[in-house]
């Protein structure tokens, strides 16, 4: 089959798209065999291509994380059946014709969601979610700060902030991000330059309740100048780069909280964590307020031109590749 093979950890000038890799076969009772119509990008596969994730696949390997597409074989457990729409998270092994998933992280898409959208969907809700119910206990009425509200993950927490009733100030770094995530609802949008001006000037000088943060980076420490009393700043990943330090001396003066979100690790040992998550997520996702923004979708032969794009963060929303050759790219 078709796939996306990393020999060599040197980025994304380094993958190389072959038809030789053998087609994935079934090796347990619940995992199910998918034919894979788009695949989601993320953050996580340009790290990893360059041998900078906390794990290090084995070479050579598929890379690909986030899939959508059809069931064509079960396993003896699975809760699906041949022919389901499914969309689902693996370790590795998205970007490929064929991949195999595991059951309680291959999830059923209502039709009226198509695959390139479903593709971009289980990661960014999945991690989300969790951050904003589980880790941030955030409360309708809240007010939300979310840090590139207009790149995937950021563009989801703002979609499950305002479903769960919050306020949500969206910051981004242009003002095309601006106009996209206006578009989305944020009720008020910041520019990251001066974003804590922006906070004491909207909240009259009592600060947000949560941040939400993907970034990490120089901007940290006024996330946390800009937490209202109570106030909780989420840690969802570094895409700055730049992993920031806390001096917790700071967290004493207005009772505030930095919390780690590491939804992959709480999924660990945890069968039905995911298929909780995605029960509560999906009448949401079925009457289409949990809908991804894909800023393109590319061959899968254009692969090294995604990861590349993702690097840059000029993307607004999703980077999803088509396997399916029935499916449309966006022109190159």
């Known amino acids: 089959m078709r796939a996306v093979t990393v020999t060599r950890l040197d980025g994304p000038s380094a993958l190389e798209v ?109 991690t989300a979610d969790f ?33 769960m009733g919050a306020r949500v100030i969206a910051v981004v770094s242009s003002a095309a991000k601006a106009e996209t995530v206006r578009a989305a609802g944020a009720h008020e949008v910041l520019f990251a330059s001066d974003f804590l001006e922006g906070v004491i000037e909207l909240t009259g000088g009592r600060g947000v309740d949560v941040v939400v943060d993907p970034v990490g980076g120089d901007r940290f420490t006024d996330s946390l100048r800009a937490l209202a009393k109570y106030g909780r700043v989420l840690v969802l990943g570094f895409a700055g780069r730049s992993i920031p330090t806390v001096k917790v001396n700071r967290l004493l003066l207005n009772n505030i909280s930095v919390v780690g979100v590491g939804w992959g ?47 840059s963060r000029a993307v607004q929303g999703k980077v999803v590749l088509t396997v399916d050759p029935q499916l449309v790219a966006s022109p190159a």
């Open 18 to 126: 072959t038809d030789t890799v053998p087609r994935p076969t079934i090796n347990a009772d619940d995992e199910v065999l998918v034919r894979v119509h788009a695949a989601g990008v993320t953050f996580p596969e340009v790290l990893i291509s360059r041998g900078e994730y906390q794990s290090r696949p084995e070479l050579p390997f598929t890379l690909g994380a986030e899939f959508a597409g059809e069931v064509v074989e079960v396993g003896r457990a699975s809760r699906l059946a041949v022919g389901d729409r499914v969309a689902g998270i693996g370790p590795t092994g998205a970007f490929a014709e064929y991949v195999v998933g595991v059951d309680e992280r291959t999830l059923p898409m209502p039709n009226s969601v198509d695959f390139v959208h479903a593709a971009a969907m289980p990661m960014n809700l999945l």
């Open 131 to 163: 951050a904003l119910h589980e880790r941030g206990r955030l409360q309708s009425g809240e007010t939300v700060l979310v840090h590139g509200a207009a790149g995937g993950l950021g563009y989801a927490s703002m979609q499950i902030a305002l479903a």
């Open 265 to 311: 690790a709480a999924t660990r040992g945890d069968k039905r964590m995911v298929i909780n998550q995605w029960n509560r997520l999906f009448p949401s996702i079925e009457a289409g307020l949990l809908t991804p923004r894909i800023d393109r979708t590319l061959a899968l032969d254009r692969v090294q031109e995604a990861l590349e794009l993702i690097d």
